[in-house]
């Protein structure tokens, strides 16, 4: 595993995050508050978008599968990553799940195309002279929630900026949960008209 790609998704990401902030002249909270990323976390972790979507069957695995989510979206900057000091295992003791069936998840999950989790491993070199250098650390992405707390963040921006005739909080939540539901990725355009933000939903509900 490679830490470069991940670390850098998540610098970006926290850049996107930064830019919501400033458009909207909000704060992080208001964009991504708790109340805003349950709904999302929710749909992902919801058993039966698990098996539909993301083909994880059986309760153990989606009950490892919810718990990785939430970790996730935990706070506003989580952006769909976690990371901890350790390894992979120490992950696993972090989210309270048997570390063996976590690991091979985790392989798997990674092998789909494309992966619906990717993860990172640091593994802590040493400085000049052999001493030791930053900690060994874990990082982990589940790059579609990623893209959906972003969209999130910035289509609700939009609304702190004050900008008119585009879809407010609750549409907001709406568009998101639905396509979530059928795996989708969220729509190009932050700021989403009310007959945009209709048709999504109509054309995701009726597949």
């Known amino acids: 595993m490679s830490e470069v790609p991940v670390s850098r998704a998540r610098s970006e990401a926290l850049r996107r995050l930064r830019g919501s902030v400033e458009f909207g ?8 508050g708790s109340a805003v990323r349950r709904p999302l976390t929710e749909a992902f972790a919801d ?7 993301f083909g994880l069957r059986g309760a153990a695995v989606q009950h490892r599968w919810s ?34 069936a976590f690991l ?17 491993e640091s593994k802590g070199p040493r400085g000049a002279g052999g001493a030791k250098g930053r900690k060994a650390s874990v990082i ?16 609700r921006s939009v609304v702190y ?16 949960v639905t396509l979530i539901a059928h795996g989708d990725h969220p729509p190009a ?14 054309l995701a509900s009726s597949r």
Request: a positive charge.
């Open 25 to 32: 002249g909000c704060s992080r909270g208001d964009v991504l």
């Open 47 to 53: 058993p039966a978008v698990a098996s539909r979507v």
């Open 67 to 100: 718990c990785l989510v939430r970790a996730c979206a935990d706070s506003p900057t989580a952006l769909g990553f976690v990371q901890v000091d350790g390894s992979l295992r120490n992950l696993a003791d972090r989210l309270g799940v048997d570390d063996d």
């Open 104 to 120: 091979r998840n985790l392989r798997t999950w990674g092998a789909k195309r494309p992966p619906i989790v990717v993860a990172a």
């Open 140 to 155: 982990v992405q589940v790059p579609l929630l990623s893209a959906w707390l972003l969209w999130t963040a910035d289509a």
């Open 161 to 176: 900026r004050g900008m008119q005739g585009f879809i407010g909080p609750e549409r907001i939540r709406q568009v998101a």
């Open 189 to 202: 355009e932050k700021a989403l008209l009310p007959l945009d933000a209709d048709r999504l939903i109509r």
